[in-house]
């Protein structure tokens, strides 16, 4: 598995997005994390970035999740997804699309760490 060293957080809300931004950096695969509110935002950052793992807060994406990961995906081929949901029956929806990991918002912060951990394949304690 590709270790992680970049992150992108895509998030309307900027209390979650810094919340996300910290914990993050708090773990030892991620070297950088860049963000933003908008998928129009993100888009050009990420193809320029190609980050290894991108966070996608479901309510910030008009296009549909499925239209995203694709587009994302087609530039950045090794990027995996977290996708946070607000309902149980968006899970479907984010595991078919191709997400890696689909944590519903106001987990414990350890479901996060785990995800990040799972997909790095490694350990990490906080």
């Known amino acids: 598995m590709e270790e992680i060293k970049s992150a992108f957080i895509i998030s309307t809300r ?9 914990l993050l950096l708090a773990t030892p ?3 950088s ?3 933003a509110d908008t998928v129009q935002e993100a888009l050009p950052i990420i193809r320029g970035r190609c980050p290894t793992i991108v966070v996608l807060d479901v309510n ?24 946070l949901i607000d309902h149980a029956h968006q899970r479907q ?25 799972s997909l790095s394949g490694t350990s990490v304690i906080i």
């Open 29 to 31: 695969e991620v070297d």
């Open 14 to 22: 900027p209390e979650v997005r810094d919340g996300l931004r910290a």
């Open 60 to 83: 910030s994406i008009h296009c549909g999740i499925q239209d995203l990961i694709e587009k994302i995906k087609g530039e950045c081929h090794f990027c995996r997804f977290i996708v």
């Open 33 to 35: 994390v860049a963000q």
């Open 93 to 117: 929806e984010a595991e078919s699309a191709g997400a890696n990991a689909v944590l519903l918002k106001g987990c414990p912060s350890s479901k996060l760490v785990a995800a990040i951990s």
